[in-house]
């Protein structure tokens, strides 16, 4: 991504277009940054949240749509966001907000979008972008405005010369580099070592909340790394990219030693590969806080905060054989039966597919840490004949 100066122009009013690797282009005004940058155009349905969507790691290297027509309204605080930065490639809104008013507020975000160098577009129709996307899928996109402009067909080659999401092994570049404990609230209960691989704030905060004393490892942490804390559970964390790219040893060595597991999106899809499941891109994807899923294990229907473009091939129905014993579906998507969740029978492990700690998002789908406390709390980690990697 490069960032240029607006050099005496308003970037509120300068000129930018957003080019699609199909050669559909959009044409609005600068928002944020100006220059030029490159990723995979999505959309996201939230209502709201949007600066947690700013901040959350799994948009790295994604030009995120709003189809909420305003943006901006309450500005941005220092309590909301969900890492240290803005993760998103590029930014494209139909009607920023000219005056933000919230009593949170502390600066505009076309003014954060700027200072973190992220170059947006505004003016855009994007009610006909998003329809554009779910006919023709997300693809990649470029954003350019200031002195990044150029002849259209310029700047669609440099678009599909952009590196696609498809392949693309991410998660370590927007992992912590270094261990960093988040203290359980209250009394301590469990100690849970948390594989970051995209982690938002709000997740070990969920789990503190529960009595967990949660231990962020990098996303290359070995297994090694993992049981030196000497864990009651291990969490499987989101993020980006493909899951057929990340490496599964740690996933299953977990496994192996029968010690309860969680995971949750891109670490749902990684449960799902060491079951021996494939996983597969979506046409879309799901993003937004308002996707329903059933959780078969109850029969009750959830509206969930979603962030994923792959997803896990796994039969819907009956239980499967895995080198693990039997895995069965937990959760489906009502809207096109997507997984949305896994378990095994024999095993203390499941996973989902959204974001039980919803920030941004209903708070339907919190049960699922409590979930996991009741696993810790019933498995015995120390049975010698799990601890040896074999089946009770």
């Avoid at 996201?44 to 901006?72: F, K």
């Avoid at 496994?255 to 891109?281: D, H, S, V």
């Amino acid at each position: 991504m490069t960032t240029l100066p607006a050099r005496g122009t308003d970037p509120r009013t300068a000129p930018a277009v957003l080019v699609l690797e199909d050669g559909r282009t959009f044409r609005g005004q600068a928002y944020g940054a100006v220059g030029e940058t490159f990723g995979e155009a999505v959309f996201n349905t939230g209502m709201t949240g949007y600066q947690e969507t700013l901040t959350d790691p799994s948009y790295h290297r994604q030009v995120v749509v709003m189809t909420a027509p305003h943006i901006g309204n309450t500005g941005v605080n220092d309590e909301d966001p969900e890492s240290a930065r803005i993760w998103v490639a590029g930014y494209v809104v139909r009607d920023p907000a000219r005056v933000p008013s919230n009593w949170r507020a502390r600066r505009p975000l076309d003014e954060e979008l700027a200072a973190q160098g992220v170059v947006g577009i505004s003016g855009v129709d994007t009610r006909a972008l998003t329809r554009h996307l779910r006919e023709r899928g997300a693809m990649r996109a470029g954003i350019f405005s200031g002195n990044a402009l150029a002849e259209e067909g310029t700047l669609l080659a440099r678009v599909r010369q952009a590196p696609e999401m498809s392949g693309a092994d991410l998660s370590a570049e927007v992992a912590t580099a270094e261990p960093y404990v988040v203290p359980a609230v209250g009394e301590k209960r469990f100690t849970v070592a948390a594989l970051d691989l995209g982690i938002k704030g709000m997740t070990p905060q969920r789990m503190a909340e529960r009595g967990i004393e949660v231990h962020v490892l990098p996303a290359t942490a070995t297994l090694e790394d993992v049981y030196a804390v000497d864990p009651d559970g291990v969490f499987l964390s989101n993020g980006p990219g493909d899951p057929a790219t990340a490496d599964l040893t740690v996933v299953k060595g977990v496994l192996e030693r029968g010690t309860p597991l969680f995971g949750i999106c891109f670490g749902n899809q990684l449960f799902g590969r060491a079951l021996g499941f494939g996983t597969y891109k979506l046409k879309y994807g799901h993003r937004g806080i308002n996707q329903p899923v059933q959780d078969r294990t109850t029969g009750k229907v959830e509206v969930t905060a979603h962030n994923h473009g792959f997803a896990v091939d796994a039969p819907l129905d009956g239980t499967a054989e895995t080198p693990y014993g039997p895995a069965e579906v937990t959760h489906v998507c009502l809207n096109d039966d997507v997984v949305e969740g896994l378990r095994l029978l024999d095993r203390p492990a499941f996973s989902v597919q959204y974001h039980p700690e919803a920030a941004a998002g209903p708070h339907d789908a919190a049960y699922l840490f409590d979930r996991f406390v009741e696993l810790m709390r019933d498995t015995d980690q120390h049975r010698p004949d799990l601890m040896e990697g074999q089946r009770a």
